[in-house]
């Protein structure tokens, strides 16, 4: 595609309930991150995926949260039994591959995500 | 772990004024650095970014970017801002050959005509 796509593009939810938040990278990346940004704060790192390597989840911020990669190419983030503090805009970023000396991330348009 | 700090959280300038925002990370090792920029409805994008070389690197737009790592700071610079430099800016910074970008507040620049 001609970017990184995110839908749904809002999402209301009810604290409790399970929300998932879908990214298609740019055709071709085998690089895809997932970042967070909430009120006050910077982008935060969540999640990284590098072709069929086992995912970097090192900045998930709690076990609620989850999420794949399916066929090297779409990714969906999970939240589980959503908080109000998950309230946040849910960014996704592709790039070519490893190494950012090389190759920039494309960042999506988010995911704003409002828990009730 | 690394970490992002930029102080100016609002600046407002008038068109043709010079702009510097500055930029500060904390981490001892190799670094990569970044800005990029989200003007008012539009995605995150790259603006300019460091790696090795020459510490005085140029963008997009006109902006430039120096590295002076004994001050652990990468401010970004622009002579005579136009009011499409609307945006909000954001420092971000990676270590050694990894990919997880690490990203300060931002600064949400106003540009008035």
């Known amino acids: 595609g001609a970017g990184v796509s995110q839908s749904p593009s809002n999402k209301v939810t009810e604290k409790g309930k399970d929300v998932e938040l879908r990214c298609d990278p740019i055709?071709?990346?085998?690089?895809l991150y997932w970042y967070r940004q909430s009120l006050g704060q910077g982008l935060e790192f969540l999640i990284y995926?590098?072709?069929?390597?086992?995912?970097?989840k090192s900045g998930l911020p709690s076990d609620r949260f989850s999420a794949e990669r399916t066929g090297g190419s779409v990714s969906t983030l999970t939240i589980q039994r959503t908080q109000q503090e998950d309230s946040a805009v849910y960014l996704c970023?592709?790039?070519?591959?490893?190494?950012?000396?090389?190759?920039?991330?494309?960042f999506g348009p988010g995911t704003r995500l409002t828990v009730l | 772990a690394q970490s992002v700090s930029q102080h100016n959280h609002h600046v407002i300038l008038s068109e043709a004024a010079s702009l510097e925002l500055g930029c500060n990370y904390s981490?001892?090792?190799?670094?990569?650095l970044f800005w990029y920029v989200q003007y008012p409805g539009q995605h995150l994008q790259l603006l300019l970014k460091?790696?090795?070389?020459?510490?005085l690197v140029k963008g997009i737009k006109g902006f430039e970017a120096e590295f002076i790592k004994s001050k652990f700071s990468f401010n970004l610079r622009k002579p005579s801002v136009q009011w499409s430099d609307t945006a909000e800016y954001f420092c971000?910074?990676?270590?050694?050959?990894?990919?997880?970008?690490?990203f300060g507040t931002g600064t949400q620049l106003k540009v008035e005509l």
């Open positions: 970023a592709s790039s070519l591959s490893l190494g950012l000396a090389r190759n920039e991330q494309f």
């Open positions: 971000a910074v990676s270590t050694g050959g990894g990919n997880k970008l690490t």
């Open positions: 995926f590098q072709g069929n390597s086992a995912p970097d």
């Open positions: 460091y790696f090795s070389g020459d510490p």
């Open positions: 981490y001892g090792g190799t670094v990569n």
């Open positions: 055709s071709g990346h085998t690089a």
